[in-house]
């Protein structure tokens, strides 16, 4: 993102207490650089529209409409790229529409063309919607409006079924009969060394076979996964991007693949959305934005209806440090996104600033265990960690009010296992109240409860597919595959 002037970052630290975020004195929330720009705004007596809407080849558009002083300068083209790059993150699409001044229009066109620096989130966005990227500048009233379809999933709890939640990590899984939990387990796995889809699929169908023998039979699996999911197609996911792109067709197929090697249906979503009802169900609300700190961070929405809206919801990618020299994306590149901040990653880095000293060679899931029980033990290094981080997200809760509808922020995943997860709780909580008192009276901070944070996301999986018609299946574990070209 282009930076925002010196002296925005500057007048952005007035009343900011570097104490938010105690083992990162560095960080530059750009909620602040948003309410100063706001500010001159208001003290400003020309103002122009800027409208940004994201389409997808099958006629769904999001949109979001704003203002922008009228003179661009740095700050307002700052401000209207931001605004696109966080809009293409958080609802997903191929074309980007921009209405507004012609020098904001060209500004945003130069920015988000295939040699420049958003270059990343243009191929990923043609990759998952197999479309060419293009930018559309649009006369005055010409930008289209909001057209899209709200999804209706979950709360299926009939049958045999396996809930699975594919984490970078682990694999983690539960078998259910009737609602009732027949098996929970957890299975480490490193997917990105795997090059090819073969390998990959003969791990995962290991895995089912296993959960599932403590089940009479298998009736359907839902299954979270990170990444993208486009009718049960696994369009882009840094989990199996050691598997090189000649492979493509058949990583986006291997749901499908496994449906067919089991004989059992399969439904697929992203973490993020399955993070959005777990979140939901706990709290019985809508508007609601789960969160799930792990490996990265994954975002799902409800809206006030309840209802999944589609959106890919990758707030992973979406900047929310201005710092120039903010902690750098190995995938993406990108400077200061928010999976640098809520997941095993962040840390892993504030370990290293809190002082304490761990063997460089300890595997990431061992470094979060011994965060989380210093903090458990009271160890003042480790939960600066958690209260660091805690600190993130208060900063970062008006940026999602601009771009959601929300009233609920439930958190869950790893990095909120134990204490960790109070801390963090508590700490944004009370440090919202005090940087954003307006905020914090629309929006309110949830934790699931502390044995349902790990395996949430495995057990709405499990309540994923419809089963229309039950009937006795074979034990999945003595299922030939044939008919399977792997």
Not at 81 to 103: D, H, I
Request: proline share 5%; aromatic share 8%; glycine share 10%.
């Amino acid at each position: 993102m282009t930076e925002f002037t010196e002296q925005s970052a500057t007048n952005g630290f007035l009343g900011w207490n570097s104490l938010v975020t105690p083992l990162d004195k560095g960080f530059r929330p750009a909620a602040l650089d948003l309410a100063l720009y706001r500010r001159r705004q208001k003290n400003s007596k020309e103002s122009a529209p800027l409208i940004i809407a994201i389409g997808r080849p099958n006629g769904v558009v999001s949109r979001y409409e704003t203002s922008i002083l009228h003179k661009s300068d740095a700050e307002s083209r700052a401000y209207a790229e931001w605004v696109a790059q966080f809009m293409l993150w958080s609802r997903g699409g191929s074309t980007l529409y921009v209405e507004a001044t012609r020098e904001i229009e060209d500004h945003i066109a130069s920015q988000f063309r295939p040699e420049g620096p958003h270059a990343f989130a243009l191929q990923l966005m043609e990759k998952i919607y197999q479309s060419p990227f293009a930018v559309i500048l649009c006369e005055p009233g010409e930008s289209p409006m909001d057209r899209g379809t709200p999804c209706h999933w979950g709360s299926q709890n009939n049958g045999c079924r396996l809930g699975v939640d594919l984490g970078g990590s682990e694999i983690k899984i539960v078998a259910v009969q009737d609602g009732e939990t027949a098996f929970q387990g957890r299975f480490p796995w490193s997917p990105t060394e795997f090059n090819d889809v073969s390998s990959c699929f003969q791990f995962l169908l290991s895995v089912f076979n296993e959960a599932s023998s403590s089940l009479p039979h298998l009736d359907a699996i839902g299954i979270s996964t990170a990444g993208v999911v486009d009718e049960n197609q696994l369009m882009v996911s840094n989990l199996v991007r050691g598997i090189g792109p000649d492979q493509n067709s058949r990583v986006q197929g291997i749901f499908s693949d496994l449906a067919t090697a089991l004989g059992v249906p399969i439904t697929v979503t992203n973490d993020g959305e399955a993070s959005a009802l777990a979140g939901m169900e706990a709290i019985q609300e809508g508007s609601t934005l789960g969160m799930t700190l792990g490996t990265s961070l994954a975002c799902g929405y409800t809206n006030a209806k309840n209802h999944l809206t589609g959106w890919i919801n990758e707030l992973a990618f979406a900047s929310i440090d201005s710092n120039p020299e903010a902690p750098l994306d190995d995938w993406s590149g990108y400077r200061g996104v928010g999976g640098s901040y809520f997941s095993i990653n962040a840390v892993d880095r504030l370990l290293d600033a809190s002082g304490i000293e761990l063997d460089p060679g300890l595997p990431l899931q061992d470094r979060l265990a011994t965060a989380r029980g210093l903090a458990e033990e009271k160890n003042e290094r480790a939960v600066n960690i958690y209260r660091t981080i805690g600190g993130y997200l208060a900063a970062t809760i008006p940026l999602f009010t601009e771009f959601y509808d929300v009233r609920n922020i439930v958190l869950m995943g790893g990095v909120t296992s134990g204490n960790g997860g109070e801390i963090i709780h508590k700490y944004a909580t009370a440090t919202l109240k005090k940087l954003f008192p307006d905020c914090a009276k629309k929006v309110k901070l949830h934790i699931l409860a502390s044995n349902r944070r790990r395996m949430s996301q495995a057990k709405t999986a499990a309540t994923l597919p419809e089963i229309t018609v039950e009937r006795f299946r074979p034990n999945p574990s003595s299922v030939l595959l044939e008919g399977i070209q792997l």
